[in-house]
């Protein structure tokens, strides 16, 4: 910080414990503070900024400073673009019910919000009413908040909701609106599924970049107020690099010593490069024989993140609100096939080599841990805009949809617990691999559309993790653990 200043940039915070400064200053006062040299140029009709070369630490500080980030405004995330699946509430929704309820097998059917907590056996425990949770979200949020609103006034909630911009509030940023359907999606699954909660924090980022994106999941951790941290935003592994992992390092590990849980999507590219799909068949090359090239998204694959991915879920013939069985999410389309396998950048944590040592001997991390509910077909019902602007029941899909759906979930165990559960992973692990016969494992599909992907099978899997989880079993398991 004193170095800093000297160089004449005022505007710091220290976060992360200490661990991390974070700066606002002119183009001419980093490039003197750090030796680099910054060029802009223009495409799409935006202007980016890039550092030739390496940032410089000084010398007195090469033992304690490992990284320097932001010196550019190109590598980012991204949020699935894939349109909603829209169906007004009318006689099309109730005629699939009906119909679907005629049939003798099990069928996936669109859901009320309400469903959800009795298909994972999470009824039983309470309403989140002393839980506080947050979603981390980007841009403008004005329909967000408003549809999160009609939402509350639906469902008779009365959730306080409060939205903290981690950047300046003039960022250009925040007046995007591309994206409002995902945190639609993301703050009513969520507030819908644990029933209510005490308070629901929207960390709101200026745009996509890995370093606004770790500065939204620092400012949680630092704040230490939301116990459950749900993120539908991902990107490519290789298109992060050491000073941003070790940025999230800091983030992440400050987070499981508050005790908080961070679910993060595992994203919607089944085996295949996150954003790599193509608009049309055949969407991905294949890549039978050729495993070495399967990828998995980032920030998930972090051990210390819960990798959530998606399924298709299956209800009852006579009752869309008892649970049949689940299928991992896979349209056969590009960017709707839920992404699962082993990271190239993280080391398998121990709680994995000690439950599933057979999948992880290559030595590294396996992605998802858990799958819910994220296929349009089983979606569960939300309110969004039409073209015109006009509120709409709509149905979303996704791993960004089964992400808020467990963290909704998590709520309610964590006030049935009365306090903070800790950080799950090892607990999960453990309880999954001893629940023998566990009415939720995912037994069907695959996350490959030319048979070069991972298939579902009895316990874990890289197609969907542990599967979904049965609450009321897990929430006995923690008591008598």
Request: with cysteine; hydrophobic share 40%; charged share 15%.
């Given at each position: 910080?004193?170095?800093?200043?000297?160089?004449?940039?005022?505007?710091?915070?220290?976060?992360?414990?200490?661990?991390?400064?974070?700066?606002?200053?002119?183009?001419?006062?980093v490039?003197?503070?750090?030796?680099v040299?910054?060029?802009?140029?223009q495409?799409?009709?935006?202007?980016?900024?890039?550092?030739?070369?390496?940032?410089?630490?000084?010398?007195?500080?090469?033992?304690?400073?490992?990284?320097?980030?932001?010196?550019?405004?190109?590598?980012?995330?991204?949020?699935?673009?894939?349109?909603?699946?829209?169906?007004?509430?009318?006689?099309?929704?109730?005629?699939?019910?009906?119909?679907?309820?005629?049939?003798?097998?099990?069928?996936?059917?669109?859901?009320?919000?309400?469903?959800?907590?009795?298909?994972?056996?999470?009824?039983a425990?309470?309403?989140?009413?002393?839980?506080?949770?947050?979603?981390?979200?980007?841009?403008?949020?004005?329909s967000?908040?408003?549809?999160?609103?009609?939402?509350?006034?639906?469902?008779?909630?009365?959730?306080?909701?409060?939205?903290?911009?981690?950047?300046?509030?003039?960022?250009?940023?925040?007046?995007?609106?591309?994206?409002?359907?995902?945190?639609?999606?993301?703050?009513?699954?969520?507030?819908?599924?644990?029933?209510?909660?005490?308070?629901?924090?929207?960390?709101?980022?200026?745009?996509?970049?890995?370093?606004?994106?770790?500065?939204?999941?620092?400012?949680?951790?630092?704040?230490?107020?939301?116990?459950?941290?749900?993120?539908?935003i991902?990107?490519?592994?290789?298109?992060?690099?050491?000073?941003?992992?070790?940025?999230?390092?800091?983030?992440?590990?400050?987070?499981?010593?508050?005790?908080?849980?961070?679910l993060?999507?595992?994203?919607?590219?089944?085996?295949?490069?996150?954003?790599?799909?193509?608009?049309?068949?055949?969407?991905?090359?294949?890549?039978?024989?050729?495993?070495?090239?399967?990828?998995?998204?980032?920030?998930?694959?972090?051990?210390?993140?819960?990798?959530?991915?998606?399924?298709?879920?299956?209800?009852?013939?006579?009752?869309s609100?008892?649970?049949?069985?689940?299928r991992?999410?896979?349209?056969?389309?590009?960017?709707?096939?839920?992404?699962?396998?082993?990271?190239?950048?993280?080391?398998?944590?121990?709680?994995?080599?000690?439950?599933?040592?057979?999948?992880?001997?290559?030595?590294?991390?396996a992605?998802?841990?858990?799958?819910?509910?994220?296929?349009?077909?089983?979606?569960?019902?939300?309110?969004?805009?039409?073209?015109?602007?006009?509120?709409?029941?709509?149905?979303?899909?996704?791993?960004?949809?089964?992400?808020?759906?467990?963290?909704?979930?998590?709520?309610?165990?964590?006030?049935?617990?009365?306090?903070?559960?800790?950080?799950?992973?090892?607990?999960?692990?453990?309880?999954?691999?001893?629940?023998?016969?566990?009415?939720?494992?995912?037994?069907?599909?695959?996350?490959?559309?030319?048979?070069?992907?991972?298939?579902?099978?009895?316990?874990?899997?890289?197609?969907?993790?542990?599967?979904?989880?049965?609450?009321?079993?897990?929430?006995?398991?923690?008591?008598?653990?």
């Open positions: 910080q004193d170095y800093l200043l000297g160089k004449g940039i005022t505007d710091i915070r220290i976060a992360g414990n200490g661990s991390l400064i974070l700066a606002t200053a002119s183009v001419a006062a490039q003197a503070a750090f030796d040299s910054i060029r802009t140029y495409a799409d009709g935006r202007t980016f900024y890039l550092n030739d070369g390496a940032a410089k630490v000084p010398t007195a500080l090469a033992g304690v400073v490992g990284g320097v980030l932001g010196l550019d405004n190109v590598r980012g995330a991204a949020v699935p673009q894939a349109a909603p699946h829209v169906q007004e509430r009318s006689a099309a929704a109730d005629s699939q019910r009906s119909d679907a309820q005629s049939t003798r097998g099990p069928m996936a059917v669109h859901h009320a919000v309400e469903d959800l907590p009795a298909l994972y056996n999470a009824s425990l309470p309403i989140a009413s002393g839980t506080t949770a947050a979603v981390v979200a980007v841009g403008n949020l004005d967000t908040l408003a549809h999160l609103r009609s939402f509350q006034r639906k469902h008779n909630l009365q959730t306080k909701v409060t939205v903290i911009k981690t950047a300046d509030p003039a960022a250009a940023g925040y007046a995007d609106t591309n994206s409002e359907i995902e945190w639609e999606m993301d703050t009513q699954l969520l507030l819908g599924t644990a029933g209510g909660l005490e308070n629901l924090i929207i960390y709101d980022i200026p745009d996509f970049l890995w370093t606004s994106l770790i500065q939204g999941m620092q400012r949680a951790a630092d704040d230490n107020a939301a116990s459950l941290v749900s993120i539908s991902y990107g490519g592994e290789d298109s992060t690099s050491d000073d941003i992992d070790q940025a999230l390092n800091t983030a992440l590990n400050q987070a499981v010593g508050n005790g908080q849980n961070f993060v999507c595992s994203g919607d590219d089944g085996i295949y490069a996150p954003f790599s799909a193509a608009s049309s068949p055949p969407y991905y090359p294949s890549l039978q024989g050729r495993p070495q090239q399967r990828a998995v998204a980032f920030p998930s694959s972090h051990p210390y993140a819960i990798a959530v991915g998606a399924t298709e879920l299956r209800s009852a013939a006579n009752s609100s008892t649970y049949a069985d689940e991992v999410w896979n349209a056969r389309s590009g960017k709707q096939i839920s992404q699962g396998g082993l990271s190239k950048v993280y080391a398998a944590p121990s709680w994995q080599q000690r439950t599933i040592p057979d999948i992880v001997g290559n030595g590294y991390r992605v998802p841990d858990v799958s819910f509910n994220g296929s349009a077909n089983s979606s569960a019902m939300i309110l969004g805009s039409d073209a015109n602007g006009e509120e709409i029941e709509e149905y979303v899909y996704g791993t960004s949809a089964a992400t808020p759906t467990f963290a909704g979930l998590l709520a309610r165990l964590e006030q049935a617990n009365g306090r903070r559960l800790g950080f799950i992973a090892p607990a999960l692990y453990a309880y999954a691999k001893g629940a023998v016969g566990n009415r939720h494992d995912v037994l069907q599909g695959d996350n490959g559309l030319y048979a070069d992907g991972y298939s579902a099978g009895s316990g874990f899997d890289l197609a969907s993790g542990w599967g979904s989880i049965d609450m009321l079993a897990f929430r006995r398991y923690l008591q008598s653990h």
